[in-house]
């Protein structure tokens, strides 16, 4: 069975920084894109910003370019992780950020081509 498992979310003031981790087993990072996306109370999912786990390429929604930054980290033996580190953040920013694993390639900007997700970690922006 598949696990996703975030962390990283929390309460930050408006202007500041945060990064989220999200960590899988090995075997299946290696076959697939890795996506954040993020829920904003009452409304749907809504994509963040992606990876290709082939070559690295990121990909990210207009909302967050310049601010946000993911990366992958494929050193350790058993374990792959991406991280969502978010700059700037504003209090527009607050929502539950999922992770989310892709079959594809070339990773999905839609939430439908992710098959996997974690279970979400709140993220709170002040103003």
Known sequence: QVHLVESGGGFVQAGGFLRLSCTGSKLMFNTRSMGWFRQISGKEPEFAAAISWSDGRAYY???????????????????????????????????VYFCAASPSVVP????????????????????
């Open 108 to 127: 999905p900007l839609y939430r439908n081509g992710y098959d996997y997700w974690g279970q979400g970690t709140q993220v709170t922006v002040s103003s």
């Open 61 to 95: 929604a207009d909302s967050v370019k310049g601010r946000f930054a993911i990366s992958r980290d494929n050193t350790k033996d058993t374990v792959d992780t991406v991280y969502l580190d978010m700059g700037t953040l504003k209090p527009e920013d607050t929502a």
